[in-house]
């Protein structure tokens, strides 16, 4: 990973997780978990989870459902370098990346970093915008905070919901809360908590 550089105030970030493949005889509850005490372990820093949630799959019909959850810590180095460490926890896990929103066995996407922009307003608006059939294939070849998306994706916002409903996007001024209300019900409502609130042994 790249050298850390320090910030001069620490931020809260907010990271997604999710998992529907098995990696050997683990899991993908058990990947999470693992994801989890990484993310905690190598942070240095507690965290905040939330529920664990069952999600179908993105797009429509692209493989098994997914479970899904989102942290929130304490961060004081560059977001950079918070990324490069989610990557490094992923192939840790098994991860390999050949098609955009594919099956995985994990999947650790940096959400915000507090207020931060970035690279700039311009930047993260066009890909907020872009088209869902070139979102489905085109890959920033940078960070973009807060993540371009988030807005349409309910599988990202009912789980934050849960750590950082008051969260507002620097750019929309919309809260969690809100872009969450703004959803299609019928979307919504398909994103069950898993019953005890803990990542099940089993997502079939």
Known sequence: MQQAVEDQQAQIAYIALGSNLPSGDRSPAETLQKALNYLENQSGQ????????????????SGPVFLNACVSINWSLSAEYLLNMLHKIEKDLGRTRQNRWEARIIDLDLI????????????????????????????PDRLILPHP??????????????????????????????????????????????????IPENTG
Do not use: N, Y
């Open 112 to 139: 915000a970093l507090g207020q931060t922009v970035a690279p700039d307003a311009e930047t993260q608006a066009l890909w907020a915008d872009l088209p869902i059939d070139r979102a489905a294939t085109d890959t």
């Open 149 to 198: 998306r988030l807005a349409e994706r309910s599988f990202v916002l009912v789980p934050l919901a849960d750590i950082a409903p008051d969260w507002v996007h620097p750019l929309t001024g919309k809260s969690v809360a809100q872009m969450l209300a703004a959803r299609p019900a019928a979307e919504r409502a398909a994103i069950l908590p898993c019953e005890t609130g803990q």
């Open 46 to 61: 507690p965290i905040k989870a939330s529920r664990v949630f069952r999600t179908p799959a993105f797009p429509p019909g």
